[in-house]
């Protein structure tokens, strides 16, 4: 079965500390992607990448930058981390297939805490 | 930006029941999928139904797609305890190329079944 692994299922970080979440693929698949989820606001997009060393901005990028130096792992990086980041944070790959198919395969999310 | 929107937010029903959720978006779009989530997990592909399908099944799921009316709706059938998650629409409505495509998320609808 397809897995997407997340790194850490809970991290609690120091604000202005530089944190990394990882995410890890064995699928193969093409696109990944990563999420911020907030209650009240849903999943928003923050980056994107179709390709390695490939990376687009979502809908939220600010404070958050990617890192994708091999197809099955994308970084997810805080660099200076801050309360407002708090959140739980989703991963999903994506295989690219003819017709638009194939739906996200998520991780399990890592909740982050800021103090 | 938030492109579904789920109905209605919270919905508790005895276990055997039928749940329907409604989802409603903005814009045209490619195709609409249903992904679950178990508290504080990662989001599961549940369906995904193409912009010129009215109605999928999987199950004791089944999916109708209206575009004139841009809404789209699930329904469980034979409600389990099991079931008991948030139910979140997805839509796709990117313009990029052939299999990469970006999803915008709804909100979710929280979904209790009383054993």
């Known amino acids: 079965d397809v897995k997407v692994t997340q790194s850490s299922r809970y991290l609690v970080k120091r604000t202005g500390e530089k944190v990394f979440l990882e995410c890890v693929q064995d699928m193969d698949h093409e696109n990944m992607f990563w999420y911020r989820q907030d209650p009240g606001l849903g999943l928003r997009l923050i980056y994107f990448?179709?390709?390695?060393?490939?990376?687009e901005k979502g809908d939220i990028p600010e404070g958050y930058s990617v890192s994708r130096e091999k197809k099955e792992r994308f970084s997810l990086i805080l660099e200076s981390a801050s309360t407002n980041q708090t959140s739980m944070y989703l991963c999903?790959?994506?295989?690219?297939?003819?017709?638009?198919?194939?739906?996200?395969?998520f991780g399990s999310g890592t909740r982050l805490t800021v103090v | 930006s938030q492109q579904g929107e789920e109905d209605p937010q919270a919905l508790s029903i005895q276990e055997g029941e039928n749940a329907t959720m409604n989802c409603s978006y903005k814009?045209?779009?490619?195709?609409l999928q249903w992904y679950r989530q178990n508290s504080g997990r990662g989001l599961v592909h549940l369906i995904l139904i193409r912009s010129n399908e009215r109605e999928k099944h999987s199950g004791r799921l089944r999916v109708t797609l209206d575009t004139s009316k841009k809404s789209s709706s699930l329904l469980i059938t034979a409600s389990r305890a099991a079931d008991t998650a948030s139910y979140f629409c997805a839509t796709d409505a990117s313009l990029s190329g052939a299999g990469s495509y970006q999803l915008t998320f709804g909100k979710g609808t929280k979904l209790s079944v009383i054993p």
């Open positions: 990448s179709y390709d390695v060393k490939m990376k």
């Open positions: 814009t045209s779009i490619n195709n």
């Open positions: 999903a790959a994506q295989l690219v297939g003819r017709g638009r198919d194939y739906g996200y395969t």
